[in-house]
């Protein structure tokens, strides 16, 4: 691509932390602590697919980020740097410099530095693929098999709020158009609990970021550990510009909303106290909402309407 070490050298040459070599040579080299494994996920973002051609760059850099470190935070590891493969159909300078500010900020605010990447040109769209890096204690990862019957069930943040987000902007309730201002953010520039979810390894037992919906995601943690969940409805944390919408949508908004990136986790029950402690030190709000228990699927009492089976349908690409 023409211009291409031009463009990675003005955008994505960070100085890279201490201890690390960043951008510039064949590999990036990373530090990785004695006594822990290497965490590694990635994602990929087609325009298109995953986002609108005409989306905010700095939105799109921010989530493209914001998408892989909440796996990270989801395992119960630490960031440690994230590589960046981009596909342009063309070099769009201004474009490109605010992808890279959305990105940085991010970055920044949850401690991943950018130490490499590769840029190609694209023959129609945009196509970006962010790989991120954490490192977790050895025997401590919050692995989906891990759920116990009798452990609480914990989710983070506020649910429904990107779902009804995207509904507002797909122009299917024009008359609540006014929450769209409150609720926008959450689409588009989700701030997962990487951190916490980093503080959780070693005193939680399963976790899973909430991208496709909580109980589809939920799902997979009872399937990986072979188990059934009871939620109340009652408790689950539903984001306050949600208050007096019909109770339909505030329920589908909240079970099976995607694009959350926030955590639903279990824990033993003598954890509680460390787990309201750590949310506090971390700035999460943490709602036990549910237990695990033997058997299978997923009950939730008090819901405002009968659920159906496919209540349970979150978001697949190839449903
Ligand atoms: P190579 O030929 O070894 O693949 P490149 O010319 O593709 O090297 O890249 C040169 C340097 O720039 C490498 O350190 C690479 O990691 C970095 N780089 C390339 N594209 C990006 C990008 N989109 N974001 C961050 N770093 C990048
Ligand atoms: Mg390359």
Redo the contacts with the bound molecule.
């Keep these: 691509m023409a211009g291409?070490?031009e463009l990675?050298g003005r955008h994505?040459?960070w100085p890279a932390p201490q201890g690390y070599l960043g951008?510039?040579?064949?590999c990036?080299l990373l530090p990785v602590a004695t006594g822990h494994r290497l965490a590694v996920t990635t994602d990929l973002l087609v325009e298109g697919c995953h986002f609108f051609p005409d989306v905010d760059p700095e939105t799109l850099g921010h989530k493209a980020l914001a998408v892989n470190v909440s796996d990270l935070g989801a395992m119960g590891a630490r960031p440690i740097g994230c590589?960046?493969?981009?596909s342009l159909p063309r070099a769009d300078d201004a474009w490109l410099a605010a992808f890279a500010r959305g990105f940085r900020a991010l970055a920044d605010a949850v401690n991943c530095p950018?130490v490499?990447?590769?840029?190609t040109r694209s023959p129609s769209g945009v196509i970006i693929s962010v790989t991120a890096m954490g490192e977790v204690p050895v025997g401590s990862a919050l692995k989906r098999s891990a759920a116990r019957p009798g452990d609480d069930l914990w989710v983070t943040g506020v649910l429904g709020g990107a779902h009804v987000a995207l509904e507002l902007l797909q122009g299917r309730h024009p008359q609540y158009d006014d929450r769209l201002d409150a609720l926008q953010p959450c689409l588009e520039r989700p701030i997962p609990p990487v951190a916490f979810g980093a503080a959780l390894a070693g005193h939680a037992h399963a976790a899973i970021d909430i991208s496709d919906g909580l109980l589809q995601d939920l799902g997979h943690i009872l399937k990986a550990s072979a188990c059934g969940a009871d939620i109340d409805f009652g408790l689950l944390p539903v984001h306050p510009a949600l208050e007096g919408l019909p109770p339909e949508l505030v329920q589908s908004a909240v079970l099976n909303g995607g694009d959350v990136y926030q955590l639903c986790f279990t824990a033993a029950p003598d954890m509680r106290e460390t787990i309201t402690d750590l949310a506090g030190q971390y700035g999460v709000s943490a709602s036990r909402v549910g237990r695990i228990r033997a058997g299978t699927g997923i009950h939730v009492g008090n819901s405002l309407l009968p659920l159906g089976a496919d209540s349970y349908a979150g978001f697949d690409h190839f449903g």
Aim: overall charge negative; proline content about 0%; glycine content about 22%.
């Design positions: 291409e070490f990675i994505f040459n951008v510039g040579d064949d990036a590589v960046l493969g981009l950018l490499g990447g590769d840029t």
